[in-house]
C-alpha cells in the first residue's frame, strides 16, 4: 500500500463542536484489526451526515456496520483496518460497485424484507406500504419489494417524486401520514409497512395494518418518540420489528447478502445511483443533510 493515504475525518472536541477536514493518514493511525482492505466504494447514509453536525451522538471515536464510521475509521478512508470476523466476502452476481449502491441502506432494507416474510409478509397478501420512498432505504425497498411481485404504495412528502416512485415500481404514490387520531383502529390497509420515519406518525400505519400485519421500523428522521394503544396489538395481533443492521448475527447477515445478489436484485440498481468523488463528499453530505437528495450517493474512489 502507499505511505500516506487520505480520509475525511469528523472529530468532535468535549464540547460537542464538529470539525470534518481531509486529512492524510498512514496505517499507523488506523485502528487495531487484521485484515487490510484498500477501499473502493463508499456511500453515505442520514446517519454519516449526521455524524458531521454540532452535539451529535453518534460520533465516538474517531465493511458495513459494527460501527465503522462510528466508532471505528474506515467509511470515508482511502484503506480501513477490520476484524476479520467483520468480512463478508462479495457474493456471486454483486459487483463492489452495486454492494455499495446498496451499502447500509440496502442491506437494511434486505433485512427488514427478510424479518417481514419470517412475520408472514407474502406476494398473495394486501399491499405493502414504503415510507420515506425517496430515501436510500425507501427507493431501495420500493425496488426490492416490486421484483418481488409485492403491490407497493410508496409514501413520500415530496411533491415531485409521484412520476419517479411509479417508474420504480410504486402501484400508487401518497403524501405523508396524518399524525395518529384518537381512534383505537383505523380501517385495514396494508399486510406490513417498511418504515425509515418513525415519529408521531407511526401509530397511524399500526392502526391500519391487516390482522396478523408488521412493521419493520428501521429509523427516526421524523422522532424518537410515539405515543399508541394496546388495541392493534391485542385484537389484530399487529407487531412492531425492530431492524438492527449493525449486530445482526454473522448467519442472517450472509444469508440476506446472498439475497442481495439473488431474488431481492432489482434491474433498475444503476439507476437509483448518483456516484460523486471523493472530494464532493462535503456537498453531498449537506445534500443528505437537507433531504435534498434522491436514491443511493457512491463514493467512487478512483475518480
Given amino acids: 500500500m502507499v505511505e500516506k493515504f487520505k480520509a475525511f475525518v469528523v472529530d468532535q472536541d468535549d464540547n460537542g463542536i464538529v470539525s470534518n477536514s481531509y486529512k492524510e493518514l498512514t496505517k ?12 473502493h466504494y463508499s456511500g453515505i447514509n ?4 449526521l455524524a458531521t453536525q454540532d452535539h451529535n451522538k453518534i460520533v465516538k471515536e ?7 464510521g462510528v466508532s471505528h475509521y474506515g467509511g470515508f478512508s482511502e484503506y480501513a483496518r477490520v476484524k476479520s ?32 416474510e419470517k412475520s408472514g409478509m407474502s406476494i398473495e397478501g394486501k399491499e405493502v406500504l414504503v415510507r420515506g420512498a425517496t430515501g436510500g432505504v425507501g427507493t431501495i425497498s420500493l425496488l426490492m419489494l416490486n421484483n418481488l411481485g409485492y403491490d407497493v404504495i410508496a409514501s413520500t412528502g415530496r411533491d415531485d417524486a409521484e412520476e419517479k416512485l ?18 383505537p383502529l383505523e380501517k385495514r390497509t396494508w399486510q406490513a409497512a417498511i418504515d425509515p420515519v418513525g415519529g408521531e406518525n407511526l401509530p397511524y400505519i399500526v ?13 427516526m428522521t421524523g422522532g424518537n418518540n410515539f405515543e399508541t394503544t394496546v388495541f392493534p396489538f391485542i385484537l389484530r395481533g399487529a407487531s412492531i420489528i425492530g ?12 444469508r440476506v447478502w446472498r439475497r442481495l445478489a439473488k431474488d431481492l436484485k432489482p434491474q433498475q440498481l444503476h439507476d437509483i445511483k448518483h456516484v460523486i468523488s471523493f472530494d464532493e463528499i462535503p456537498k453531498a453530505i449537506d445534500q443528505v443533510i437537507n433531504h435534498n437528495n ?4 457512491v463514493i467512487d474512489f478512483n475518480v
Fill in 46 to 49: 442520514y446517519k454519516d451526515a
Fill in 28 to 39: 499507523d493511525d488506523l485502528p487495531e484489526g487484521d485484515v487490510l482492505i484498500k477501499v
Fill in 166 to 183: 411509479k417508474k420504480l415500481g410504486a402501484k400508487e404514490v401518497i403524501g405523508c401520514l396524518p399524525e395518529d387520531n384518537s381512534k
Fill in 85 to 116: 470476523e467483520w468480512v463478508i466476502e462479495l457474493p456471486e452476481d454483486l459487483t463492489l460497485e452495486e454492494a455499495m449502491i446498496y451499502g447500509t441502506a440496502g442491506y437494511t432494507a434486505g433485512l427488514a424484507i427478510e424479518q417481514l
Fill in 294 to 297: 434522491t436514491g443511493r450517493i
Fill in 62 to 68: 474517531l465493511e458495513q456496520s459494527y460501527d465503522l
Fill in 243 to 254: 431492524i438492527d443492521s449493525v449486530f445482526t448475527p454473522i448467519k442472517l447477515r450472509k
Fill in 207 to 219: 392502526k391500519r395494518l391487516d390482522n396478523n400485519g408488521s412493521v419493520a421500523l428501521i429509523g
